[in-house]
């Protein structure tokens, strides 16, 4: 396997504040990379900059063999983006969010139509097609969110909490899709906070804090490394048990570089 | 696939499409959007009126106190006049008291006294003066009702002035010594202009300009917060095709209310356009044009739809008053005139205005063109960046 994403001394700066902090990181093709950490730990900052919605402010980073700030649009060609937030519109039915998006990646109306329709089946919406996606269920909104994102057949998909708020025959749905894509060649960058879906679905763990990769390796490794039974003894164990509300719960943790 | 420049413009088409499928699909805001101009139109135009013809057949009392019969005699000449113009609707009072009560209770807006002495005076071959009180609570009515009332007396007067004339020096003529110089008006267009042939080109503009910023304002601040605008900015698009998609749907969306208050305005108040067509719809295309870096500037720079919002307001409520959309620009102060002439929806009123009711040429209107132009190029020059930095903080 070789490298499909690459950082070096990635960072980000808002004003004083150091969101991601000199980032190595390798990502290998066709590996789904469970990309983890408390809430403002940089994760979301970093998948922003790989996805090129935000400029690194220092370092570089290269995906699909480009480079995110000086050829943005080749990565954008290459990347499909699962974001937290629902990247639909709500009055518009399926097909037309699909047919909206799919243009924006010039895809053809003759191409866009049965990828689709071969979309739609894979998710079992297609009975719901023609419904404005406001009338969806969320399980139903998140699938038809994830296949948005696969309508130009990307290379890498960058999953940002895909399960999250989903009930379990969602959740269900959801992880096994996302192997079944990852079986299918894709490379997957998934961010969760759920801990057994990450060790689930992850071939590598990488796990972040104020703004710094505290540990990346596959997550047995880890777990043996710090005797810990699950992945979530050893993300308290890297990144603290104090609850993260404010800039002041940012401490010092101990830090163990993998791959890094 | 499709490279390069027909793409983008394909693009940018194709984002105005999304945007405009949207507002279709959004009923109660399309109920909104076509009511908003009949009520500006109404509100302005029956609430605040220029004109004597907004005023018909108003209450107005008449007190005949001098019982010669001149005062008789002029009295009935006023209710003629007065019922065959329909400006007024004149009652006999036995006494001013009584009459000035009617002011008080509503049931008059105005009273008009012939005083004891009136025939007397005019018989001696001194000015007989009547007595003019109107209803102060509303300064524009009153000075209309006033204006009125006392052209109505100037014409009976004129009539009483030829006639004395005429006895008095046979082989002249009597209009001739009365009034050596006469005046007489000619229009630039067909008919004077009321009020509303007044409005409704700053309605347009306004309009317009109203609905691309707080569209353009809310359509942006809308997606950045429901994170479509990350779908959007992940796909491979130039970020002047969002700008362009943006700008054009807000625009299809402002130039249909613009013509809608247009539309209504002919048909409801009598508007008449004497200019070109394609003029209107050009002033109209660069009013929006000037105001869409404003828009994308402040929409970049809010953190959220509702600040957006607020930030369109505050820029919206002042360019009602200052840009002569409800009232001429000369009657501001000179320094508040000054501000209102930094404004672009100065310009596009007063374009607009003198191509619909001048019938004024492309070259007529240049200063203008030239203004809003400039003002396009700069403030889209300085807010494509902006949005752009913003997008990708």
Redesign the interface.
């Known amino acids: 396997m070789k490298p499909i994403i690459t950082t070096h001394n990635l960072t980000k700066r ?1 004003g004083n504040f150091v969101a991601v902090d000199r980032i190595n990181l390798e990502i290998m093709e066709g590996e789904i990379f469970g990309f983890l950490g408390p809430n403002g730990a940089g994760k979301t900052t970093t998948i922003r900059m790989l ?5 690194p402010t220092e370092g570089t980073a290269r995906v699909a063999g480009f480079d995110v700030r000086t050829q ?3 990565v ?2 290459r ?1 499909g ?1 699962v ?7 709500p ?2 039915t399926a097909v ?1 969010n699909l047919m ?2 799919g ?6 109306r003759g191409e866009l139509r049965p990828r689709i329709d071969e979309l739609l089946r894979m998710v079992h919406l297609e009975n719901f097609k023609d419904m ?1 996606i406001g009338s969806y269920s969320s399980g139903m909104r998140q699938r038809l969110n994830i296949i ?1 994102g696969l309508l130009h057949d990307p290379e890498i998909l960058f999953l940002d909490e895909p399960t999250a708020l989903l009930d379990p025959q969602s959740v269900r749905f959801v992880r096994d899709l996302v192997k079944e894509l990852n079986e299918d060649g894709k490379t997957m960058i998934l961010t969760t906070h759920i801990m057994e879906e990450a060790d689930e679905l992850s071939h590598t763990v990488g796990i972040i804090d104020n703004g710094k990769m505290v540990a990346v390796d596959e997550a047995a490794f880890l777990k043996s490394k710090f005797n810990c039974e699950t992945l979530e003894e050893v993300f308290l164990e890297l990144t603290g048990r104090t609850l993260r509300d404010s800039a002041s719960s940012r401490v010092p943790v101990r830090r163990v570089m993998g791959r890094v | ?2 490279s390069g420049l027909s ?1 983008s413009i ?2 940018t088409f ?1 984002i105005a499409h ?1 945007d405009l ?2 507002f279709w ?2 009923k109660m805001l399309i109920v909104t959007f076509m009511t908003m101009p009949i009520l500006m139109m109404s509100m302005f135009g029956f609430m605040f009126p220029q004109t004597s013809s907004l005023y018909k057949n108003a209450p107005m009392a008449m007190v005949v106190e001098d019982d010669g019969s001149l005062a008789i005699q002029v009295a009935d000449q006023f209710k003629v006049i007065a019922s065959s113009t329909a400006l007024f609707r004149v009652q006999d009072f036995p006494s001013y008291q009584s009459a000035r009560d009617g002011i008080l209770t509503g049931t008059v807006k105005g009273v008009v006294v012939i005083p004891a002495g009136f025939t007397a005076a005019f018989n001696s071959h001194r000015q007989a003066t009547v007595l003019i009180t109107v209803d102060d609570t509303n300064p524009t009515m009153a000075s209309v009702i006033y204006g009125e009332t006392a052209s109505i007396f100037r014409m009976i007067s004129d009539n009483f002035g030829q006639s004395i004339i005429s006895k008095m020096c046979s082989s002249s003529d009597p209009s001739f010594v009365s009034e050596p110089i006469g005046v007489q008006r000619e229009n630039l267009i067909g008919s004077p202009t009321n009020t509303f042939q007044f409005l409704a080109p700053g309605f347009m503009a306004l309009t317009v300009v109203m609905g691309t910023l707080s569209g353009l304002g809310s359509a942006i601040a809308r997606e950045k917060e ?3 605008m ?8 130039s970020r002047n095709t969002i700008v362009g998609g943006k700008m054009l749907s807000q625009t299809v969306r402002g130039m249909i209310q613009g013509f809608l208050i247009l539309g209504l305005s002919m048909l409801l108040f009598g508007v008449k356009v004497y200019g070109s067509p394609f003029l209107i719809v050009v002033v109209m295309l660069l009013g929006v044009a000037s105001f869409a870096g404003i828009g994308i500037i402040a929409t970049s720079i809010a953190p959220e739809q509702e600040t957006a919002m607020m930030m369109m307001m505050l820029l919206q409520f002042p360019m009602m008053f200052l840009s002569g959309i409800l009232f001429p620009m000369d009657q501001l102060p000179n320094w508040l005139q000054l501000v209102g002439k930094m404004l672009p929806l100065y310009y596009a009123t007063d374009a607009l205005r003198k191509v619909m009711i001048l019938s004024a040429s492309f070259n007529q209107i240049l200063m203008d063109v030239v203004v809003l132009v400039l003002y396009s190029v700069t403030t889209l020059g300085i807010a494509i960046p902006i949005f752009r930095k913003a ?3």
């Open positions: 808002f996805t090129t919605l935000s400029e943005a649009d080749e954008r060609r990347i983006l974001a937290e937030k629902l990247i639909l519109y009055r518009l037309e909206f998006f243009e924006l990646y010039g895809l053809n404005p948005r | 696939m499709t793409q394909y693009i194709r999304k499928l949207e699909k959004a429901q994170g479509t990350d779908g959007i900015m992940a796909a491979p698009i997008v990708t903080r």
